[in-house]
């Protein structure tokens, strides 16, 4: 199944965020809001936040301020 258009400018969004395995809370709050800004978020926006949380608590992607 293909990303939806929102799906893939959040995937990208994910992506360079993470590309050296740190992601500021600025750059997070990007992303929440921009899986946020239809009001809606799909069960492919879910499941690259859950991707996204997953790196964080292993620990792959550290959050830094």
Known sequence: ???SEHASRL?????????????TRAEFDSIMNMA????????QEQALLDQLHEMIENKS???IP
């Not at 995937?11 to 992601?23: G, N, V």
């Open 36 to 43: 946020l800004e239809d009001g809606i978020i799909d069960s």
């Open 11 to 23: 995937r990208i969004l994910i992506e360079k965020a993470i590309e050296d395995h740190l992601i």
């Open 1 to 3: 199944m293909a990303l």
């Open 61 to 63: 992607v550290k959050v």
